[in-house]
T-cell receptor, first 115, second 111 residues
Framework: EPEVTQTPSHQVTQMGQEVILRCVPISNHLYFYWYRQILGQKVEFLVSFYNNEISEKSEIFDDQFSVERPDGSNFTLKIRSTKLEDSAMYFC?????????????FGAGTRLSVL | QKEVEQNSGPLSVPEGAIASLNCTYSDRGSQSFFWYRQYSGKSPELIMSIYSNGDKEDGRFTAQLNKASQYVSLLIRDSQPSDSATYLCAVNTGTASKLTFGTGTRLQVTL
């Protein structure tokens, strides 16, 4: 069964460093998303991406964050100058079509620990 | 601020019983509603989607939607210990747009 793949599963970094989280969406999906979940809190939307551009972003997704689809398969989230409060699980999701009924499938997540 | 509200629980039910999980949402323009299951330390896994008022059944799971009351629920029949997880209600308000999640209800199925 096709699945969303995320790497690495766990990333440890020092405060102020840059990290890149990687995702391979399901191959025929066109819409991509990043969410994060701070330990013990709700899953929060960060950004959605379609046709090589951001279609929507939340107030969390400030200039510290950027997304890119560098090739035909990868979708990345870059966090510049990480802060302690960036420690969270980051989930990539993808969906096939862009209607209200679109179902988003989640990857296993990357646990980011900022020390 | 578009909100999705859930009782955080834990909701404890004995094995074989029916578990009833509830969710309310604030945005009347919401179009699609989803229930995800999340085991501790894992990612959300889709259980059910529902788009129209009424009930939708899939195996032991039934989703119920009442748009007038802005209420969506999930019933789990014949609950099993493996159903013990956090159940997340998620709402989509437009095309290809974000999912807004509730905080989740932790379900414990006891032997």
């Amino acid at each position: 069964e096709p699945e969303v793949t995320q790497t690495p599963s766990h990333q440890v970094t020092q405060m102020g460093q840059e990290v890149i989280l990687r995702c391979v969406p399901i191959s025929n999906h066109l819409y991509f998303y990043w969410y994060r979940q701070i330990l013990g809190q709700k899953v929060e939307f960060l950004v959605s991406f379609y046709n090589n551009e951001i279609s929507e972003k939340s107030e969390i997704f400030d200039d510290q964050f950027s997304v890119e689809r560098p090739d035909g398969s990868n979708f990345t989230l870059k966090i510049r100058s990480t802060k302690l409060e960036d420690s969270a699980m980051y989930f990539c999701a993808s969906s096939e079509i862009g209607t209200a009924k679109n179902i988003q499938y989640f990857g296993a997540g990357t646990r980011l620990s900022v020390l | 601020q578009k909100e999705v509200e859930q009782n955080s629980g834990p909701l404890s039910v004995p094995e074989g019983a029916i578990a009833s999980l509830n969710c309310t949402y604030s945005d009347r323009g919401s179009q699609s509603f989803f229930w995800y299951r999340q085991y501790s330390g894992k990612s959300p896994e889709l259980i059910m989607s529902i788009y129209s008022n009424g009930d939708k059944e899939d195996g032991r799971f039934t989703a119920q939607l009442n748009k007038a009351s802005q209420y969506v629920s999930l019933l789990i029949r014949d609950s099993q210990p493996s159903d013990s997880a956090t159940y997340l209600c998620a709402v989509n308000t437009g095309t290809a747009s974000k999912l807004t999640f509730g905080t989740g209800t932790r379900l414990q199925v006891t032997l």
